[in-house]
């Protein structure tokens, strides 16, 4: 059973900078897309940014320019970095990892809040 474990969420003022970092109980390379979501309150989970196997990213059109994802494969580790945070970004944030092939296979993180408030 894959685990995603998120950590670095917190409060932060407008503007400041936050590292979300998901933990991933196996190899990073046994998915084929890894990515962060978030869900604000009353809304839907959203894409934020994702990285494929191969190391092309992809970002919401909200957060290009003030996200990074990148990833580690030495300690399987997916990283979020964001920057010049907005009360808009207020969410919690997933990770989410798909080793989908014929079945589908895709695993949530229990999620870490971020609060961006002055």
């Known amino acids: 059973q894959v685990q995603l474990v998120e950590s670095g969420g917190g409060l932060v003022q407008p503007g400041g900078s936050l590292r979300l970092s998901c933990a991933a109980s196996g190899s990073i390379f046994s998915f084929n897309v890894m990515g962060w979501y978030r869900q604000a309150p009353g809304k839907q989970r959203e894409l934020v940014a994702t990285?494929?196997?191969?190391?092309?990213?992809n970002f919401a059109d909200s957060v290009k320019g003030r996200f990074i994802i990148s990833r580690d494969i030495v300690t399987n580790t997916v990283y979020l970095q964001m920057s010049s945070l907005k009360p808009e970004d207020t969410a919690v944030y997933y990770c989410?990892?798909?080793?989908?092939?014929?079945?589908?296979?895709?695993?949530w993180g229990q999620g870490t809040q971020v609060v961006v408030t002055s």
């Open positions: 990285i494929t196997r191969g190391g092309v990213t």
């Open positions: 989410n990892a798909d080793r989908s092939v014929i079945t589908t296979e895709v695993y």
